[in-house]
């Protein structure tokens, strides 16, 4: 569930990085400053599913937009998917 995500994140978060996150604007979203390497290997656990990762990508949570980047299957993105979130 996106609560196991969250919590998930939460157990990785990066203080340094949520610091660095914060000195910039970043278009309204939050973050648990966690670098790319450990959310590949988060999203790993949490594991490839397309209706979940469209679920995860509505989230004001960077962090969560990278791993339902990551979770989601490259044979299922459709295009106008790919463009909404290329755009965002």
Not at 37 to 60: I, M, P, Y
């Amino acid at each position: 569930t996106e609560a196991e995500v969250h919590e998930l994140l939460e157990e990785n978060k990066n203080e340094r990085g949520i610091l660095n996150w914060n000195k910039k604007d970043r278009a309204g979203l939050k973050s648990y400053g966690i670098g790319l390497t450990v959310l590949r290997k988060l999203a790993k656990k949490v594991g490839r599913n397309h209706e979940f990762a469209k679920e995860l990508w509505k989230s004001d949570w960077y962090d969560v937009r990278i791993i339902a980047l990551l979770i989601d299957d490259p044979k299922l993105i459709t295009k106008d998917q790919a463009e909404a979130q290329v755009e965002t």
